[in-house]
Every structure is written in structure tokens, then in C-alpha cells.
């Protein structure tokens, strides 16, 4: 790039600096809203804005009392706990169903292979508010309102989309003749499974399970529809703040909630590269 | 020959089998409720079984007979003592607003005591019952079936003699609204494509290690939780927020002039933005990742400017990434609701809101489930676009 450049004349290295310009203010645009919440989540005082005493980096103006407060706060507490539960178990459903989906998927012979891509799909796309209220519908009707066990249920579903693609991503560059040599060696179907084809899959069966816990963890809209007082998770305590009495203890979570989503990042990014590593040792 | 082929069939399809049926009674299943409720409204019909039993014979537009006063009457005292008057009002209401007091005070004007004429007494309860249209309202909501939902999705309305006519203009809400959220997604895309180009470009075309740094700034975003997000725009957009504050301080407005930038159609637009621009700038770069530096190069070797390089050679191998970002934004967009709840106000809200909206407090659920089936409808048509030009199976996660 540098060398083309080079060869282009005052005008252009002055265009390459309005490029850079204006990439920064955007890159600036995308990252700082999440910035400032995080120092803001320090305030002493209960307002959404930087005080004087912030500013001058006064240590009285900061304060750890909104991260008390939420620790403490039993209703914190017993939202962290639902997210997790329903988060680990629809993950659980979704990874297993997910994987032998893409196992079905990535072999040449699967019949009808465009439809059955699209059908599992079809949950990642379709609007939120659409799905949040057909299983509002259907749940009610099956006496399931208001249960742990629709939100499993309906986060487990929005989720295997998330599983599927990731895994068949890995399976893409899979050598087949890995799994015929498993087989005339004598090794089973599971056993080939289990030996030759789960640990080349694996960085996307855990990548695409990141996903979709990352999706259930953050997931609001079914919870509204489907879930009760006692289903409230922490996206759902996070709306209630939000739209009844906002308080800066909302920012202590949403500083939780960035640090969370950069480890996730972190491990996605980390086993992509192992993923790619270890695909390019397969062939 | 066939018969190991047809074994590997069966074996690649029993494999999908269990998501397939999992995604089939959760997922598709659901959607199949909407679309009944869009069409089929039995509350009405089971509440008043016999008035539209001997509604059937009626000519509609005459006075109807001291029996029919009579099983009517007989019929709305029954459900008030099984408190399910209310809801049955609130149904014919949504056909001839004013049903809803006319049949609760009637009911409580008849009270327990049988009158010599039934008649009477319901027209002195209310002398819309002297008229054919409460009438025809309580027929015409005691339909099982109904289209009148969609007709109604789309401002249209059936009049008294059943023809299709628009809704009086005040009542004409829905199209405006489906037609501002088109809008606004388009705007979107737009905006996202003019800020997410030269930043694609930008990493696509850095070292490997910047290229990794740039991208990283795109992902932790994405990553981040909607609610994070739209939670830091309103920390930073509202009157007493950060933007304002440092507005007010630079002195550019003055602390009586803040500027409302959310709570508003300004709160949707620029935190929408921010939160889709990466699904805008992680196509682009995947396709300009793959365009040869060396093409722009032999067009300035060959006497081209930066800038005609760039229309005739750079921009045209782009437009593959052009075309999946922006339909991936604009469908994205279509369907918001989170961010328009929270930051939208009374103005920036989109027809996601409006379903919301007839789900949770009008409690409507034949219209929101009739808007429902119809943005499904639109949204399915794009992703059969999407297809076409990238593959769904294609869509990158990161």
C-alpha cells in the first residue's frame, strides 16, 4: 500500500490523511459510547455525567459505592443467577443439536441441504419481536407462561443458529477420507466421531457455543414476553432500570457486561486462530 | 451402487433430524400461532353463541325483534356474572368505538330484574340499540375468521354494508409507520455504508498487526451487550448528558438551549447506527481482503488518477460486500425493537414498537399478530434477496 502511495502526488497523501480522519472519528464513534460508561460507573454522585471533581481527578469524586450496591442487592443477585441458568441450559441444548445438525449438513449426501440450512437458520433472522411474541402465543396456550423452562426452551432455539454456522465453518476444509480411513480401520461411527472429527471441530463447537451463550446472556425480548418476576434475568433487570428509575447502578453492570463481552471476544478470537492453525495441519 | 448412497442419505438427514424437529415445534410452531391469531378470533363467537345464532337471519339494516333484545340481553347478563363482559366489550369496541361503555352500562341498567319489554329497556339504556350498527358491530365481531386484522394493518376497514374503505385519516396510522420504518432503515444503511467503506478499506488494506488491532475495535462492539450500548447512548445523548454538557461548556449553545438528542427519531437514528455499523464494515472487509493491491497499482502505473482507480477498478469488485452489508443493515433495521423502545421516545419508534405495543397494552392481539405475519412477510423477501446475492449459509459470525 505504502509503495503505491508513494506514487501518487501531494493531493492524495493529503486525501490519505482526510481518510485517516475520518476512519478515526468513526472507530471513535463505534468504541466511545461504551467508554464513557465505564469511568462513569465510578461517580460518586448519582448523575450520568462527568463532575467537576471527576474531572480534576479529585480521588472523593469516585467511588466504588454503585458496584456495593449491586453486589448487595439481592434482586442483582437473583438475576445474575437466571441468566445463568438459562443461559448454561439452552447453550447445552444448542451446542448438542447444533453439532450433530452440522455434522448432517457438512456431509455431501444430505438431501434437501439449501431448505434444512435455511429452516435452522430461520430463529438468527427472523425479528425478535416476531419469534417473542409467537412463543408468547404457543407457550401460554401449552401452560408454560411464565416457567424457566420456555425461556430454556426459546433461548436454546435462538441460539443453535449461532452453533450451526460455526461449526459447519470449521467443517468446511474437513477431509472426508479422514473419516472412510477411520472407518476401514474398523472404528465406528461414534468412535470416528469422537477420535477424528470432534477435535478438528472444536475450536467451532466452543466458539459457537461462546455465541450463543453470548446471545441468551444478552437476550431481552423473550424474557419480557415469556418470563415472569421470577425469571428476571439481567438483561431484563437492565430494561426495568432503564426504562422506570435509572440509576447509575446500571452503569456498574454495564461496565460487568463490556468486560464480560471483551473475555468472550478474547476466547472467540483466540480459538479462531487455533481453529485456522489446526485445519491447516489437517491437510 | 445405490443402496451405500442411499444409507449416507439417511444417515446426513437423521443427523439434522433431532434440530430439525426441535426448531420445528419451538421455533416454527410459534410463528404458526401468529399467523392463526392474525386470522381466527373465536372469543366473541364463544361469549354470544345464540344473538349471533338468530344474528344470522337478520336483514341488517332493520330494527331487530324483541327475541333477539331479548337472547342478547340474556347473554351479556350471563357473561357479567362471569366477569367476561369486559373483554367481550373491549372486542366489539375495536369494531364501533363507544360498544365498549354501551354494553357494560347496559348491562347494569338491565341489572337482575326481567323487563316487559326488552326492548325498551335497552334502547332507554342506551338508544344506539334502536340502530343497526351496534348490531352489525356485534355480528360482524363475532366472526371466527376474519381478514379484518390485515384490513386493518394496512388502515383499510370494512363499512356496515361490508365493502373495503380506507380509516377515517386521524385513524390511519399503520402504513405511515411502515413506511417510516422503510425509511429509516434506509437511511441507516446509507449512513452506515458512507462511515463503514473507508474504515473497511482502511483495515482491509493495513499490516497484519494493524489490521488486527483496527478489526478488534469493530468486534468489542459487537460483542457488547444491545442493552450496553443503547444504555451509553442515553448517557450520552440525554439533556443533563455528557454531548450536552460538553456543548454547553465550549459554548456553542447555551445551558437554556440543550438540544433533545434522545427520546426522539435523533436517539433512534444515531444509536441504531452505532450498534449496526459492524454488520456494515465485517462484510466489507471480507470482500475487499480479497481484492489484489496490485490492481489499483497497475491502474496508476497506467496513468490513472486515485480517483478513477478507484470508480473503475476498486469500487465495482466491492460491490459484492456493498450489496451483503447494506441488506444485512437494512433487514436488521426493519425488525429493531430494543434500541427504538429505549431511546426512541414517542417519535422514534418503529412498527417492531407498534406489535409491542398491541401485545402488551392494547392487548390486540389479532392486530399485532396480523402486523406481525406481514413484517415477517417483507423481512423473508429480503433474506430470499440475501440468498440470491451472498448465501445465507455464507453469513460470518466475526
Redesign the interface.
Known amino acids: 500500500?505504502r509503495?503505491?502511495m508513494a506514487?501518487?502526488g501531494f493531493g492524495?497523501r493529503m486525501?490519505r490523511g482526510l481518510?485517516?480522519a475520518?476512519?478515526a472519528a468513526?472507530?471513535i464513534?463505534?468504541?466511545a459510547?461504551?467508554l464513557?460508561?465505564i469511568p462513569?460507573s465510578f461517580n460518586a454522585e448519582p448523575?450520568?455525567?462527568?463532575t467537576e471533581g471527576m474531572l480534576s481527578l479529585d480521588p472523593e469524586a469516585y467511588s466504588l459505592r454503585w458496584y456495593r450496591n449491586v453486589i448487595e442487592d439481592g434482586i442483582w443477585q437473583r438475576a445474575l443467577g437466571n441468566s445463568i441458568l438459562i443461559g448454561v441450559a439452552a447453550t447445552a441444548?444448542a451446542t448438542t443439536?447444533?453439532v450433530?445438525?452440522a455434522?448432517?449438513?457438512a456431509?455431501p449426501?444430505?438431501?434437501g441441504r439449501g431448505f434444512?440450512?435455511?429452516?435452522?437458520?430461520?430463529?438468527m433472522?427472523?425479528?425478535?419481536?416476531?419469534?417473542a411474541?409467537?412463543?408468547?402465543?404457543?407457550?401460554s396456550?401449552l401452560g408454560l407462561g411464565q416457567t424457566h423452562l420456555s425461556l430454556i426452551?426459546?433461548h436454546?432455539?435462538l441460539g443453535?443458529p449461532?452453533v450451526?454456522?460455526?461449526v459447519?465453518a470449521t467443517l468446511v476444509g474437513f477431509d472426508r477420507n479422514l473419516v472412510r480411513a477411520g472407518a476401514s480401520l474398523g472404528a465406528g461411527?461414534f468412535l470416528v466421531f469422537r477420535r477424528i472429527q470432534l477435535p478438528l471441530i472444536a475450536p467451532g463447537v466452543i466458539?459457537g457455543s461462546l455465541?450463543a451463550f453470548?446471545a441468551s446472556?444478552?437476550e431481552?425480548?423473550t424474557v419480557?414476553?415469556l418470563g415472569g418476576l421470577e425469571q428476571r434475568t439481567i438483561?431484563r433487570q437492565?430494561?426495568s432500570g432503564?426504562?422506570e428509575q435509572?440509576s447509575p447502578e446500571?452503569?456498574a453492570v454495564?461496565t460487568f457486561?463490556?468486560v464480560f463481552?471483551?473475555l468472550?471476544?478474547g476466547a472467540?478470537?483466540w480459538l479462531?486462530g487455533r481453529g485456522r492453525s489446526g485445519a491447516a495441519g489437517g491437510e | 451402487m445405490a443402496r451405500p448412497?442411499r444409507s449416507?442419505?439417511l444417515?446426513?438427514?437423521?443427523?439434522?433430524?433431532?434440530?430439525?424437529f426441535?426448531?420445528g415445534v419451538?421455533?416454527?410452531?410459534?410463528?404458526?400461532?401468529?399467523l392463526v391469531?392474525s386470522i381466527h378470533e373465536p372469543q366473541v363467537a364463544d361469549a354470544l353463541p345464540q344473538t349471533l345464532a338468530s344474528l344470522e337471519a337478520w336483514d341488517g339494516t332493520s330494527v331487530p325483534s324483541e327475541d333477539m333484545f331479548r337472547t342478547l340481553a340474556t347473554e351479556f347478563r350471563l357473561l357479567d356474572e362471569q366477569r367476561k363482559l369486559g373483554s367481550v366489550a373491549t372486542r366489539v369496541n375495536r369494531l364501533e368505538s363507544g360498544m365498549r361503555s354501551t354494553m357494560l352500562d347496559t348491562a347494569r341498567a338491565l341489572g337482575d330484574a326481567d323487563p316487559d319489554s326488552w326492548r325498551d329497556a335497552m334502547i332507554a339504556a342506551d338508544p344506539v340499540w334502536g340502530e343497526a350498527k351496534a348490531w352489525l358491530a356485534v355480528r360482524r365481531a363475532g366472526e371466527r375468521f376474519t381478514l379484518r386484522h390485515y384490513l386493518n394493518a394496512i388502515d383499510l376497514d370494512r363499512d356496515a354494508s361490508g365493502n373495503i374503505v380506507a380509516q377515517p385519516p386521524d385513524r390511519r396510522i399503520y402504513l405511515p409507520l411502515l413506511f417510516r420504518t422503510l425509511g429509516v432503515s434506509l437511511v441507516i444503511s446509507v449512513i452506515c455504508l458512507i462511515?463503514?467503506y473507508?474504515?473497511a478499506?482502511?483495515i482491509a488494506?493495513?499490516s497484519p498487526a494493524r489490521s488486527n488491532l483496527?478489526l478488534?475495535?469493530?468486534?468489542?462492539?459487537f460483542?457488547?451487550?444491545?442493552?450496553?450500548?443503547?444504555?451509553?447512548?442515553?448517557?450520552?445523548l440525554?439533556n443533563?448528558?455528557?454531548v450536552n454538557?460538553l456543548l454547553v461548556a465550549i459554548g456553542v449553545i447555551g445551558d437554556e438551549g440543550r438540544i433533545a438528542l434522545v427520546y426522539n427519531m435523533v436517539g433512534t437514528l444515531v444509536a441504531m447506527t452505532?450498534i449496526l455499523?459492524?454488520f456494515m464494515i465485517l462484510p466489507l472487509y471480507a470482500v475487499m481482503r480479497s481484492i489484489s493491491?496490485v490492481h489499483?497499482?497497475a491502474a496508476?502505473?497506467l496513468g490513472a488518477t486515485?480517483r478513477q482507480g478507484f470508480v473503475h477498478v476498486y469500487w465495482p469488485q466491492t460491490l459484492p460486500g456493498v450489496a451483503a452489508g447494506s441488506l444485512l443493515v437494512f433487514?436488521l433495521s426493519?425488525?429493531?425493537?430494543?434500541t427504538p423502545a429505549?431511546v426512541g421516545g414517542r417519535t422514534g419508534q418503529l412498527i417492531?414498537n407498534m406489535?409491542?405495543y398491541h401485545?402488551?397494552e392494547s392487548l390486540n392481539?389479532g392486530l399485532?399478530?396480523a402486523l406481525?405475519v406481514i413484517?415477517?412477510l417483507g423481512?423473508m423477501l429480503l433474506?430470499l434477496v440475501y440468498?440470491r446475492l451472498v448465501g445465507?449459509?455464507r453469513?460470518r459470525?466475526?
Request: aromatic share 14%; net charge positive.
Open positions: 500500500m509503495q503505491s506514487s501518487f492524495e486525501g481518510h485517516l475520518f476512519c468513526v472507530l464513534f463505534l468504541i459510547p461504551m464513557v460508561v462513569l448523575y450520568f455525567t462527568f441444548i443439536l447444533g450433530l445438525a455434522l448432517g449438513l456431509n449426501a444430505m438431501p434444512v440450512t435455511s429452516l435452522l437458520i430461520s430463529p433472522v427472523t425479528p425478535i419481536i416476531i419469534s411474541a409467537g412463543m408468547f402465543f404457543f407457550y396456550r426452551l426459546a436454546a432455539v443453535t449461532f450451526v454456522i460455526s459447519t461411527p466458539s455465541f453470548a446472556f444478552d431481552v425480548v419480557l414476553f438483561p437492565m430494561w432503564i426504562r435509572i446500571i452503569l454495564a457486561l463490556v463481552a471483551l468472550l471476544l472467540v478470537e479462531r | 448412497l449416507a442419505r444417515r446426513a438427514a437423521a443427523l439434522t433430524l433431532p434440530l430439525v426441535f426448531v419451538t421455533f416454527i410452531a410459534p410463528l404458526g400461532s401468529i391469531r462511515l463503514g473507508p474504515v478499506y482502511l488494506n493495513a483496527l478488534l475495535l469493530v468486534l468489542v462492539p460483542w457488547t451487550s444491545l442493552l450496553v450500548r443503547t444504555t451509553s447512548w442515553i448517557v450520552l440525554q443533563q448528558g455528557v454538557d452505532q455499523l459492524p493491491p489499483l497499482r496508476s502505473s486515485f433487514i426493519i425488525g429493531y425493537y430494543i429505549l417492531s406489535i409491542a401485545m402488551q392481539w399485532a399478530a406481525g413484517l415477517l423481512v433474506y440468498n445465507i449459509e453469513m459470525l466475526s
